[in-house]
């Protein structure tokens, strides 16, 4: 079935830091692609999405791109803040066990340090 | 009440005790999820409704018994849970099931502890 990749952490950056997160996918077709972030003691939350290759998804300095080359959609933000201290994860609209569905990475925890 | 919400948020309870959690969406959608999230593992989906139909089942045990009596609704009842079964119990819903690429918009979570 289709899966995802990313980096699992956890990692620790200072305020102002470059970040990235790395995700791969194996899909069969041509699946959407997502990041979702989940805050402390709350749920998931939709940050940016990309539905084709080529397609750049943005929100709240957040970018990813859509790269069916090399089957990747990695997060980038140029300066992170102490509210983007959270858990990030990585899915795509795809089918596992017969049936399409998200399926999710096992995410990444982002500690953002003053 | 706006989105997603469930309660309870914390829930302990016994091996042999019966409970239910309750998720409820304010935004119209047609289905429903139920996942569980473990401590390093995926988020794991257990369950699907879509207009009040179950059309997923990932091979939970039957210890859990999803209900959706309507579409703003779907419940989790429990019984002779597991210490293995603590995790955080989400609930999710979308437009309509549509492969996953409709957004899913999810509740908050319930902190299950088995004792």
């Known amino acids: 079935g289709d899966s995802v990749t990313q980096m699992e952490g956890p990692v620790t950056l200072s305020e102002e830091a470059f970040l990235t997160i790395n995700c791969t996918y194996t899909?069969?077709?041509?699946?959407?692609l997502f990041w979702y972030v989940q805050y402390p003691g709350e749920g998931l939350q939709l940050l940016l999405k990309?539905?084709?290759?080529?397609d750049k998804g943005s929100n709240k300095g957040f970018e990813a791109t859509y790269r069916k080359e090399t089957t990747s959609f990695h997060l980038e933000k140029g300066s992170v803040q102490v509210s983007d201290s959270a858990v990030y994860f990585c899915?795509?609209?795809?089918?596992?066990?017969?049936?399409?569905?998200?399926?999710f990475g096992k995410g990444m925890k982002l500690t953002v340090n003053p | 009440e706006t989105g997603v919400t469930q309660t309870p948020r914390h829930l302990v309870m016994g091996m042999t005790n019966k409970k239910s959690l309750k998720c409820e969406q304010h935004?119209?959608?047609?289905?429903m999820y139920w996942y569980k999230q473990s401590a390093k593992k995926p988020l794991e989906l257990m369950f699907v409704?879509?207009?009040?139909?179950?059309?997923e089942n990932n091979s939970v045990p039957s210890r859990f018994s999803p209900e959706c009596p309507n579409s703003s609704h779907l419940f989790l009842h429990l019984h002779t849970l597991q210490p293995e079964d603590s995790a955080l119990y989400l609930c999710?819903?979308?437009?309509?099931?549509?492969?996953?690429?409709?957004?899913?918009?999810f509740g908050p979570g319930t902190r299950l502890t088995v004792l």
């Open positions: 899909a069969t077709g041509y699946p959407s």
């Open positions: 990309a539905t084709k290759a080529d």
């Open positions: 409704y879509n207009f009040k139909e179950q059309t």
């Open positions: 899915a795509l609209s795809g089918v596992q066990g017969g049936s399409e569905k998200l399926v």
């Open positions: 999710a819903s979308s437009q309509d099931v549509a492969g996953g690429r409709n957004e899913q918009f």
């Open positions: 935004l119209g959608h047609n289905a």
